[in-house]
């Protein structure tokens, strides 16, 4: 079945870097469009960034236009979201998440568990 894992995860101080993993597995990955979303806490999710199966990413979150960058491995089924300039208000569990599309215009359907990203000094 389709199983998605997120690493990367931690404690990172305002101004640092971190890079989300997501592994994926039981389904063919390079077909299929793959997303980034967070949550913090007493907030609602929000859709951060997305690749499509031909690499075409999208940043959903105009807060982290120009720090976040997504990436796929097609050779290793992973997805990758390199997070710079971290600020507080990027604290959140973050989620991977894949579509049943190549596109990421029509939402996503599994999801991982989440991997916590936590920004303070």
């Known amino acids: 079945q389709w199983q998605l894992v997120e690493s990367g995860g931690g404690l990172v101080q305002p101004g640092g870097s971190l890079r989300l993993s997501c592994a994926a597995s039981g389904f063919t990955f390079r077909y299929k469009a793959i997303g980034w979303f967070r949550q913090a806490p007493r907030k609602e999710r929000e859709g951060v960034s997305c690749i499509s199966s031909g690499g075409r990413s999208t940043n959903w979150a105009d807060s982290v236009k120009g720090r976040f960058a997504i990436s796929r491995d097609n050779a290793n089924d992973m997805v990758y979201l390199q997070m710079n300039s971290l600020k507080p208000e990027d604290t959140a569990v973050y989620y991977c998440?894949?579509?049943?599309?190549?596109?990421?215009?029509?939402?996503?359907?599994?999801w991982g568990k989440g991997t916590l990203v936590t920004v303070s000094s």
């Open positions: 998440a894949a579509s049943t599309s190549p596109s990421c215009d029509y939402g996503m359907n599994y």
